[in-house]
Each structure stands twice: as structure tokens, then as C-alpha cells.
């Protein structure tokens, strides 16, 4: 069900997670995704996974929640491991049937890139979303793009705009679920004939939640406009973020990571298939 993909959702903990200066967790995962577009080794990719396991064990969040963000690119995963799989050319020929030429090195491209976007997708929910809420988050992005208002760029609105996206994925999810379920009941089938058809069942789900989306935003509009909100001039905040020591301590973290992987870059690795 669509109702158990937790992608874009909070979940308030006092983990040391939880804790940490939302700017510092923006950075983290800067730093963590740089790092993975850097891996071009297995021992990269290694360190990487238990970077991002020792992380989930700080969140103490749930394994089975982390499981359920990854449903919704579980399509891209496949398409991406299938297309450098078979595209994918080398030295070692594994497996020749007709047109399909199977190498060993598509099939370590293929491992490669497929675990790249696990870790990217995953990673990014547990250092941001999973334990920032979206004010904090929109707090730590606006003050960590405040040089930029020296040229005018309206960063309190970017960073607004960004955060209310996040936070709109959760209840679009929930708003297409109950659409299906509405469509259910009235005869509608969502598993059953061949694509087109399935694609065709589809229209009577999207027309309503744009109507649905559109709406949303409309009275968020008009909630805000009645709280007196016009833009970030003049707001002050009830939380001051501080940076701590532990701050600092995961900021050097995340540039030594990135270092790392970069030295594993150029340290052989056989892997036999």
C-alpha cells in the first residue's frame, strides 16, 4: 500500500541523530553524497554502506520504516541494474544467447550503480528528513544560503519552497491511496490486464489529485497569508541554532570520508565472478 512509503516523512526522536544542528546534517549529507559519486571501488562503496548503517543505528529509527522509503524507487533500481547490465561492454564474457552479451564487468557496473542509488535515497532520508523537521530544515538551509542574499536571491522563499515540497510527498501519498481506494470500491482495477490498460486505470486516480494537490496549496497559501506570514524579513525564531563540538566533529567526519574514498579509489581490488 502506498500509505506505508515513508519517503519525505519526520519522525520525532531524541536520538544523538535527532540532536544534531540541522546545518550540520545538510553538510553530513553533502559530504556523503559527494562521496558516493566518488566511489569508483568496492572497498568505497563498503565504507560508504557502513557509514550509513553506523548512522541508522544513531537514529534509531526503525528497520522496517528505512525498508518502506526505498519502495517507491525500487522501479529505478531494477530499470538501472537491467540497462548497465546489458549495455554495459568488457574483457569477460559471462553469458552469449543470441543478442544478449553478459560481461563481467556490466554485472560489477551494474552492482555498482544500483547500490550507488540505494545508499543516495536511503542516506538522504536518514540524515535529513527522517530526523529534521521541516522547520528546523528550512531554518538550517536558509542560514547555510544567507551569503547569497548579498545578489538578491531570495533564499528564505527557496528554502520555503523546498521544505513544503518535502513535506507534501507523505500527503500526496496518503491523497493517492485513498483516491485507489475510492476507485476500488466503485469497480476499478489498478493489478490486472497489460500496461496500456493499467496506465489507462491510472487517469481517474491522477485528474483528482492534481485537483486535490492544487487545492492544498491553495489553503496553504491562504493560512499563511492569515498568520500575517510575508517572507522572511523581520522573523525572528524561537530556536537559535548553535553549532557544538560534536557539530565539528561530524563536519571533519564527512570531509575525511569523502578523502578516503577518494585513496580507495586507487587501491586494487579483484573481484571474481
Wanted: charged share 15%; hydrophobic share 50%.
Amino acid at each position: 500500500m502506498l500509505k506505508d512509503v515513508t519517503l519525505g516523512q519526520y519522525f520525532p526522536g531524541t536520538s544523538f541523530l535527532h540532536r544534531v544542528d540541522p546545518r550540520t546534517k545538510v553538510l553530513l549529507s553533502l559530504c556523503y553524497i559527494v562521496a558516493l559519486f566518488c566511489v569508483k571501488s568496492a572497498l568505497g562503496m563498503l565504507l560508504c554502506a557502513l557509514t550509513l548503517v553506523s548512522f541508522h543505528a544513531a537514529s534509531r529509527i526503525p528497520v522496517r520504516t528505512v525498508a518502506n522509503g526505498i519502495k517507491p524507487i525500487l522501479f529505478i533500481l531494477i530499470f538501472t541494474f537491467l540497462i548497465n547490465l546489458f549495455w554495459t561492454r568488457g574483457e569477460t564474457l559471462l553469458v552469449s544467447w543470441k543478442f544478449i552479451r553478459i560481461y563481467r564487468e556490466g554485472v560489477v557496473t551494474a552492482l555498482m550503480m544500483a547500490v550507488r542509488i540505494l545508499l543516495l535515497v536511503t542516506g538522504s532520508s536518514i540524515f535529513l528528513t527522517y530526523t529534521t523537521s521541516p522547520i528546523m530544515l528550512t531554518d538550517a538551509l536558509e542560514q547555510l544560503l544567507s551569503p547569497l542574499k548579498k545578489i538578491k536571491v531570495p533564499v528564505h522563499d527557496f528554502s520555503m519552497m523546498m521544505t513544503i515540497a518535502l513535506r507534501f510527498i507523505p500527503t500526496l501519498i496518503e491523497e493517492t491511496d485513498r483516491i485507489m481506494d475510492a476507485q476500488r470500491a466503485r469497480g476499478a482495477s489498478f493489478s490486472t490486464g497489460g500496461l496500456i490498460k493499467r496506465a489507462k486505470a491510472l487517469i481517474p486516480v491522477l485528474i483528482p489529485l492534481f485537483v486535490c494537490a492544487f487545492k492544498r496549496a491553495d489553503d496553504l497559501a491562504v493560512a499563511m497569508e492569515c498568520r500575517c506570514y510575508r517572507g522572511g524579513e523581520g522573523r525572528t525564531r524561537m530556536t537559535v541554532l548553535r553549532f557544538s563540538f560534536a557539530d565539528y566533529l561530524l563536519m571533519v567526519s564527512g570531509l575525511a570520508l569523502i578523502a578516503v574514498v577518494i585513496l580507495l579509489n586507487h587501491v586494487p581490488l579483484r573481484i571474481s565472478l
